[in-house]
């Protein structure tokens, strides 16, 4: 039974390469009938916080990655926050102290400090130098008559550590360049290394999908499991994200967390198909894929070794061509907070209300390439046009208003105000004036909507409706300044 998880620490939102880490993580999970466990990381208790634990659960579900075994909905091996299991790890403590698998370390911060400053004065290479490994019933007790507070270090054996890694390969660690790590800090709470290893051994961890940067951390976690006797998983490290210019994707690239994505209006479905695809392809070059075709054909041996790419602009088509694809209805009930939040529509919209933006944002869809864009898109269709100066300036001039004014009558007289008879009438009245169609369609369009660009003119006219329509453009004739 294939067990994996994602163990974020929530010291931050979400970000896109931890994102992935999720996904891959679930997909793998999906694919072999396994289960997902979301484990939160809380051991430093300086860095996490609570909002971002909750903001983490937001962002995952908003992508649509469900987990069987959490936090909030709890499983067989809970609790799943580490700041719920300090006394688990505190027992696997005292039984590694207790067999001389590891020992008590009295030395202060300063020592540790002022000991490596001198091995680097010496050229010799700076971290822990065993001292306290062979400690006598007397110095223990000296150090604890003092007030010393000690910490939990694991007795490094020497030996070779091979990590046969699923996407790296084998790679092999020297015990000799580890020093004696510490696993239980001086208030007596587990070191992330060990919480990690503990808790991946009670939750029956089988693979563990994770950051290349935790590859570093991968041979403790190894002597650990073998010091607490537990089975090693299989590991898999994923190549890290970079931005398109191949440095780490920081905020110099612009957004990088899932948040900030799912607030400017990218669709759950366009985020999780771009990033699951990142690092890895299947063996067509196709980029669409729906999640149930995801999981069907996610692979972790065809994972990238090399990094990730994060292109903004190709997420952005992405999401431009799911929104094209979105049915109306399920478009309009996306785009609503936007609304809303842009005050162009109320709290509560009617039954009417929602018709009405369904026949608006329809003419847009083509266009939109997040939701974010929708409000100013479609303003006009909801209050008084604000007109664009150069429009203005272009088309509302004094011959523009003497078509408007010609034209008017002939709207008013339209009864059927659909877009195909506005259409033939309006295109009739050049014919018969001897305008030239351009000359007629721009000035009705920017004094429709106060812009020269927008949906097509007969549709836009349809939707805004005949009563609207003419008073508009009378106010353009009569001067909006009145
Ligand atoms: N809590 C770690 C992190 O957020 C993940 C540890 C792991 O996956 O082993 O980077």
Known sequence: MVRVRFAPSPTGYLHIGNARTALFNYLFARKNNGKFILRIEDTDKERSKKEYEEALIVDLKWLGI????????????????????????????????????????????????????????????????NRCRNLTEEDIKKFEREGRKPVLR???????????????GEVVFDSKVIPDFVIMKSDWTPTF???????????????????????????????????????????????MT????????????????VMAYREDGYLPE??????????????????????????QEFSIERCNKASAIFDPEKLLWMNGYYIRKTP????????????KKAALVEENPDEEKIKYLEK????????????????????????????EENAVKKYLDEKGKKILSEVYPVIEKIEDFSREK?????????????YKTSHVFHPIRVAVSGRTKGPGLFEMMEVIGKERVLKRIENVIRGREE
Not at 88 to 96: C, G, M, P, T
Not at 154 to 168: H, M, S, T, Y
Not at 328 to 339: A, K, T
Not at 422 to 434: L, P
Request: contains cysteine; aromatic residues 10%.
């Open 328 to 339: 109306i209805s399920r478009l309009v009930e996306l785009s609503l907070p936007f609304l």
């Open 154 to 168: 694991l007795r490094v054996p020497e030996k070779i550590i091979k990590v046969n890694d699923l996407i790296r």
């Open 360 to 387: 608006v944002i329809i003419l847009e869809q083509e266009r939109i390439k997040k939701l974010s864009e929708v409000p100013e898109l479609i303003e006009f269709f909801l209050k008084e046009p604000v007109y």
């Open 422 to 434: 506005i259409e033939e009438v309006i295109r009739r009245f050049c014919e018969e004036k001897g």
């Open 270 to 295: 366009a985020f999780f198909n771009y990033i699951a695809l990142l690092g890895w392809g299947t063996t067509e070059s196709r980029e669409i894929f729906t999640k149930e075709e995801l999981i």
């Open 66 to 129: 469900e987990w069987d075994e959490g936090p909030d909905i709890g499983g067989e091996y809970g609790p799943y926050r580490q700041s719920e299991r300090i006394e688990i790890y505190r027992e696997f403590a005292d039984k590694l102290l207790k067999e001389g698998k590891a020992y008590k370390c009295y030395c202060t911060k300063e020592e540790l400090e002022e000991r490596n400053r001198k091995a680097i004065e010496e050229g010799k290479s700076p971290g822990y130098d």
């Open 242 to 257: 970079l931005g398109p210019d191949r440095t780490r994707l920081s905020k110099r690239h612009g957004a990088t967390s």
């Open 193 to 239: 290394n060990f919480a990690v290893v503990v808790d991946d051994y009670l939750m029956k961890i089988t693979h563990v999908i994770r950051g290349e940067d935790h590859l570093s951390n991968t041979p403790k976690h190894i002597l650990l499991f073998e010091a607490i006797g537990a089975p090693i998983p299989q590991f898999a490290h994923m190549s």
